[in-house]
């Protein structure tokens, strides 16, 4: 069964910078597209940044220039590198799978960020 345990969230001040992880098992990492998503509250969750199989990256345009998705195949864990984070970047951050544009299978209890002086 596949699991995805997101961590490293927490409160920092605007400017500051975060790294999140998300540590899985249960299915085959190396051959898996991957993604960020965040959802703040009362907000739909959004996709922040994704990272296909062959290490293709993309970015929502809110984050592009300021975050970064990268994927360690070794030890089948997924990072997002978060810099100049902004109070509008608070929100519960979670890690998934995809297929194509869009996720699948069930989603983890998120890691939360919060920006804020």
């Known amino acids: 069964q596949a699991r995805l345990v997101e961590s490293g969230g927490g409160l920092v001040q605007p400017g500051g910078s975060l790294r999140l992880s998300c540590v899985t098992s249960g299915f085959g990492f190396d051959y898996e597209d991957l993604g960020w998503y965040r959802q703040a509250p009362g907000e739909q969750r959004e996709l922040v940044a994704a990272i296909t199989r062959d290490g293709d990256t993309s970015y929502a345009r809110s984050v592009q220039g300021r975050f970064t998705i990268s994927r360690d195949n070794a030890k089948n864990v997924l990072y997002l590198q978060m810099t100049n984070l902004q109070p509008a970047d608070t929100a519960v951050y979670y890690c998934?799978?995809?297929?194509?544009?869009?996720?699948?299978?069930?989603w983890g209890q998120g890691t939360q960020v919060t920006v804020s002086s």
């Open positions: 998934i799978r995809r297929l194509g544009d869009r996720s699948y299978g069930s």
